[in-house]
């Protein structure tokens, strides 16, 4: 039997982040994080990891579950860089319409792929909420 709990700690996170973003102001999703990150520049962070997540599902039903090289620190500079260019709004969506779409998703995936994705050795975490916690947890501390 294929263990499915961390599906609702998905959900769960990410309404916890979109409940405490969503009344927050421009200027208040512009506060440094740490490291130059502002919150949104974070949220567009958390978009990209889980749109890669989108993009790798719809490879792995086409060709089969296998790893995928990625440079985790040139994509995070490249993701920060794109992150100006994407008003703060903006990117509170684009998080929020990603994280909602790849948590439907795995919801749906079938025991088989989840079990597949997990013997390739993890392409990448299905339990998206330890991420999101992670930068939640950040984020937090500013606001």
């Known amino acids: 039997m294929t263990d499915r709990a961390f599906q609702a700690k998905n959900v769960e996170t990410s309404e916890q982040l979109n409940q ?3 009344q927050r102001t421009e200027a208040e999703l512009q506060r440094e994080v740490s490291h130059g990150w502002t919150i949104a520049a974070t949220l567009v962070h958390l978009a990209f990891w889980d749109l890669r ?9 086409k060709t089969g579950v296998k790893l995928s090289a990625m440079d985790i620190e ?3 500079e490249v993701v920060q860089r794109m992150a100006n260019a ?10 929020l319409e990603t994280a909602t ?13 989840i079990d597949a994705i997990h013997a390739a050795g993890n392409p990448f975490n299905l ?16 606001l």
């Open 20 to 22: 405490l973003l969503a």
């Open 86 to 95: 994407i008003t703060p709004v903006a990117a509170r969506q684009l998080w």
């Open 74 to 76: 040139v994509a995070n």
């Open 53 to 61: 997540a989108l993009v790798l599902l719809e490879q792995f039903e």
């Open 127 to 142: 339990p998206r909420h330890a991420h999101r916690a992670e930068h939640f947890a950040e984020i937090q501390k500013v």
């Open 101 to 113: 779409r790849l948590d439907q998703r795995i919801e749906a995936l079938p025991d088989s792929l």
